[in-house]
């Protein structure tokens, strides 16, 4: 197989969500990687989130739950495996069996003063993308919207 192909297989299996938020770059970072911030608007709207424990560092482990509007609980698994200061975070995202159900890369990039956040999911197939796309897009949409509602409030 060649490059070419390579490429636009990988871009099948990929979800990508962006978001200019009205905030300086180091503070949207750190609402990314501090508990305490992330637990206040990680996840579409009527979640809530509950962090067991947030390790971010390469081989380092975010554990935490998602507690749907309906009292469902998820429990989710990210495993860091880059990190790069204000700039990127990189994941696998886990099942609590230690199946990675997809790749996550965050990027925070400074656009004048506030920060284009880009998050970037690759799923194992193009079956298992066009399942998440369902609920994803419009999630990932909602949680970076929350994540600037909150952010507004730190300034």
């Known amino acids: 197989m060649n490059a070419t192909l390579d490429l636009n297989e990988l871009a099948k299996r990929q979800l990508e969500i962006s ?10 970072f750190q609402a990314f990687t501090d508990a305490k911030m992330i637990s206040n608007w990680w996840g579409p709207n009527g979640f809530r989130t509950t962090t067991v424990s947030k390790d971010v560092r390469p081989g380092g482990a975010w554990k ?8 469902t609980d998820f429990p989710n698994h990210i495993v ?20 990675v159900m ?5 990027t925070f990039k400074d656009e ?44």
């Open 80 to 99: 860091y495996t880059k990190v790069v200061r204000n700039e990127r975070l990189e994941w696998d995202h886990g099942s609590k069996e230690g199946e």
């Open 102 to 106: 997809f790749k996550a890369v965050v």
């Open 64 to 71: 935490f739950t998602m507690h749907g509007p309906d009292g």
């Open 112 to 155: 004048a003063g506030k920060t284009r956040v880009t998050l970037q999911h690759t799923m194992p197939t193009v079956e298992a993308r066009e399942q998440a796309a369902k609920y994803a897009i419009e999630g990932g949409n909602q949680t970076l919207a929350r994540l600037e509602q909150h952010l507004a409030t730190q300034q």
């Open 19 to 28: 978001r200019l938020i009205s905030a300086p770059r180091a503070l949207v």
